[in-house]
């Protein structure tokens, strides 16, 4: 009975070690790791997507790697002649023909500079910009040479009243490379900046005031 008991023993104690192995190893796999996330070097640059700031924005759109400047109060002013054109003409007997006016509007096409404005959503209390195919925009491609010589985009940073207005970039997703330059020449100069970014195809949206953007 003695033997018996004492190989019973062994065993228990066989089972225990190899769970305290099987622990052990874990435990260096897991320390393994955590030195080999230590190791690695990672610089991160917080670029918030929007910026909280009561400055007056200065909207750039980035497509096709290009510059475009969306003069918003240029195009709330179309924006308001147009629907009171469309609202008057399809008036009936002194009476807004409401299906008339929303044929009217899903008709209408309205270009102002760079973007085709989509009056379409009014409905909602917006309206839309989406980019106009025919029109090109600045191409920035040197921040030296745009530092030294001058041109389009150095002239805009400039005009900036830094004091009061912010530049606000309009991202494509095909137009990275022309932003950050563009950003970084804003920092430079000391203006400040926040960006919105927006695929391909995706309307550009603000209120029908014109007084912000919708949220992206």
């Known amino acids: 009975m003695a033997r018996r008991k004492g190989k019973g023993n062994e065993e228990e104690f066989n089972s225990f070690i190899d769970i ?8 260096i796999l897991i320390i393994l790791l955590v ?4 190791q690695e070097v990672r610089v991160v640059i917080p670029t918030p ?19 475009f400047q969306i ?3 240029q195009i709330k002013d179309r924006v308001e002649t147009v629907m009171k054109e469309l609202s008057e003409s399809a008036k009936k007997d002194g009476d807004l023909d409401r299906s008339v006016f929303l044929r009217e509007l899903g008709r209408t ?3 102002e500079g760079a973007h085709i404005i989509d009056l379409s959503f009014s409905l909602v209390g917006q309206f839309a910009l989406r980019p106009n195919p025919s029109k090109q925009g600045y191409s920035f491609t040197s921040i030296e040479k745009e530092t030294t010589m ?7 940073l400039k005009a900036v ?19 950050r330059k563009a950003r ?16 391909l195809d995706e309307p550009i949206k603000f209120g029908l005031s014109g007084e912000a953007p919708i949220a992206q």
């Open 20 to 27: 305290m192995t099987c622990l052990a190893g874990i435990l």
């Open 35 to 38: 030195i080999v996330q230590v």
């Open 49 to 67: 997507l929007e910026y909280t700031s009561g400055k007056t924005p200065v909207f750039l759109e980035c497509r096709s790697n290009m510059l």
């Open 71 to 73: 003069d918003l109060p």
């Open 109 to 111: 096409r309205v270009e």
């Open 150 to 156: 001058g041109g389009w985009y150095r002239d805009l």
């Open 161 to 179: 009243n830094k004091d009061r207005e912010m530049l606000t970039f309009i991202v494509r997703d095909d137009s990275f490379e022309v932003f």
């Open 184 to 199: 970084s020449m804003a920092w430079v100069e000391a203006v400040d900046a926040s960006w919105y970014l927006l695929a």
